[in-house]
Nanobody, 125 residues
């Protein structure tokens, strides 16, 4: 059974940083694409960052480029999202997702079968 468990969310002030973690079990994350999505209240789920397993390339939505970094620790079967210079508009529940049929980069939520439960990130002064 595939499980993804996110952690690391919290309440921070604008300009501060957080690192989210996504620990996998029942699946070896390095073999498949993995992505971070977020959903703010009243808004649709948005793809934030993804990491390809085919060539380890990364892709980010425009609003987080230069501030967020997705990375992977294969030994720990864990993927991270380092979030710097956080803004109030980054406030959302953040989810990690993966799929055994996906190797390349995708920020389309329908491409992913396995999802974590989410972790809340709140950026407020």
């Amino acid at each position: 059974q595939v499980q993804l468990v996110e952690s690391g969310g919290g309440l921070v002030q604008p300009g501060e940083s957080l690192r989210l973690s996504c620990a996998g079990s029942g699946i070896t994350l390095e073999y498949y694409a993995i992505a971070w999505f977020r959903q703010a209240p009243g808004k649709e789920r948005e793809g934030v960052a993804c990491l390809s397993s085919a060539d380890y390339s990364t892709y980010y939505t425009d609003s987080v480029k230069g501030r967020f970094t997705i990375s992977r620790d294969n030994a720990k079967n864990t993927v991270f999202l380092q979030m710097n210079s956080l803004k109030p508009e980054d406030t959302a529940v953040y989810y990690c997702a993966t799929d055994r049929n996906l190797l390349g980069s995708s920020l389309v939520s329908d491409d992913y079968k396995h999802w974590g439960q989410g972790t809340q990130v709140t950026v407020s002064s």
